[in-house]
């Protein structure tokens, strides 16, 4: 699995968020961007790790962030994830993976004992020249926002 990392420029890309309104990275051209991915909405791990965000939206809004989240969910899941915690930021429904592929988190993960390919939880901090500037590989999904404004 190769990632993209710090000092690396982020190629642009298009996919949908969960209204179908077509979101590219150029959108947040001249924005510090939090890209954070996530395995499946409305499990657990992603549940912890997005309302962390939307609780501590306000504080990173002050740091000058925008975020995006990103799974390989269909539109339908992410609207019915974002409607029902209210996350104040878009989620991409990125079905045929391509944010998830240019980002490099799309690889082989182990769960009890089992091997199988899925989505790395990783997040990625761009400055407003597109550039990634951070990358948490470690997320504490009940901690998250923590790990970002440290």
């Known amino acids: ?6 000092g690396d420029k982020v190629p642009n890309f298009t996919t949908k ?9 150029s959108d947040y051209k001249g924005k510090k961007l939090i890209v954070f991915f996530y395995p499946k909405a409305n499990t657990p791990g992603c549940t912890e790790e997005a ?11 002050e740091e000058g962030y925008e975020l995006l989240g990103v799974s ?23 079905e045929d993976k391509t944010v998830i592929s240019i980002f490099g988190v ?9 091997e199988y390919e899925g989505i790395h939880r990783m ?11 951070k990358v948490i590989d ?7 926002a923590a790990q970002l404004l440290g």
Not at 17 to 25: E, F, N, P, V
């Open 1 to 6: 699995m190769k990632t993209l990392g710090i």
């Open 17 to 25: 968020d969960q209204d179908g309104k077509r979101i590219s990275l």
């Open 51 to 61: 309302c962390n965000l939307k609780d501590n939206y306000k504080a990173l809004q």
């Open 72 to 94: 390989a969910d269909s539109e339908k899941e992410q609207k019915k994830f974002k409607d029902k915690f209210a996350f104040p930021f878009p989620l991409l429904a990125d």
């Open 106 to 114: 799309w690889g082989p993960k182990k769960f009890m004992g089992k």
């Open 123 to 133: 997040t990625y901090v761009i400055d407003e020249k597109g550039v990634v500037k």
């Open 138 to 144: 470690k997320v504490k999904t009940k901690d998250h």
